[in-house]
T-cell receptor
Framework: NAGVTQTPKFQVLKTGQSMTLQCAQD?????MSWYRQDPGMGLRLIHY???????DQGEVPNGYNVSRSTTEDFPLRLLSAAPSQTSVYFC???????????FGSGTRLTVV | GDSVTQMEGPVTLSEEAFLTINCTYT??????LFWYVQYPGEGLQLLLK?????DKGSNKGFEATYRKETTSFHLEKGSVQVSDSAVYFC?????????FGKGTKLTVNP
């Protein structure tokens, strides 16, 4: 199993550009989440989904959109990138039958 | 709201020293508790978990006990190794989402 796959691993954007961070899992997990990791801040929840077609906001949702059209995929869209969105982004998945998430290896995003 | 507070680092130890990283939580219910580890340049890996009061999670020599009376889940290891150098995150929650502490960086010197 590949687990949780995130692409790209690195990305540099200019302020105002848009992009989509991709996340895919092959474990048939119902739950998926996006977190951002900033120095001294730990991981903060951006958006999460409990199943296809169902999404909800986390702690820091502003500036990000998500959709969940399939169980496997949970893309994160930056609508108009800002320097404050420079961060490392992690996607994770889980299921009701287990506790704790499986994390992807992350996407390091720099907005200049 | 729900939160997790863990001791601030960085923590620097010599090989074979005893490790404790404190973690306390606030929650409206009875969450599951976790410790995750992040090695340099990598994602987070689940280190151990406990799903109810008095449960002890253990893995790779690390242990933590779910203490409801003190709302704590302190991480311990009796003898650390250089390979344990990493950032450790305490977290609470369930299957849907997790709330993380800010992380504690551990460096173990030979």
């Amino acid at each position: 199993n590949a687990g949780v796959t995130q692409t790209p691993k690195f990305q540099v954007l200019k302020t105002g550009q848009s992009m989509t961070l991709q996340c895919a899992q092959d474990m048939n997990h119902e739950y998926m989440s996006w977190y951002r990791q900033d120095p001294g801040m730990g991981l903060r929840l951006i958006h999460y989904s409990v199943g296809a077609g169902i999404t909800d906001q986390g702690e820091v949702p502003n500036g990000y959109n998500v959709s969940r059209s399939t169980t496997e995929d949970f893309p994160l869209r930056l609508l108009s990138a800002a320097p404050s969105q420079t961060s490392v982004y992690f996607c994770a998945s889980s299921s009701p039958r287990r506790y704790g998430y499986t994390f992807g290896s992350g996407t390091r995003l720099t907005v200049v | 709201g729900d939160s997790v507070t863990q001791m601030e680092g960085p923590v620097t130890l010599s090989e074979e020293a005893f490790l404790t990283i404190n973690c306390t939580y606030t929650a409206t219910g009875y969450p599951s508790l976790f410790w995750y580890v992040q090695y340099p340049g990598e994602g987070l890996q689940l280190l151990l978990k406990a799903t109810k009061a008095d449960d002890k999670g253990s893995n790779k020599g690390f242990e933590a006990t779910y203490r409801k009376e003190t709302t704590s889940f302190h991480l311990e290891k009796g003898s650390v190794q250089v390979s344990d150098s990493a950032v450790y995150f305490c977290a609470q929650g369930g299957s849907e989402k997790l709330v993380f502490g800010k992380g504690t960086k551990l460096t173990v010197n030979p």
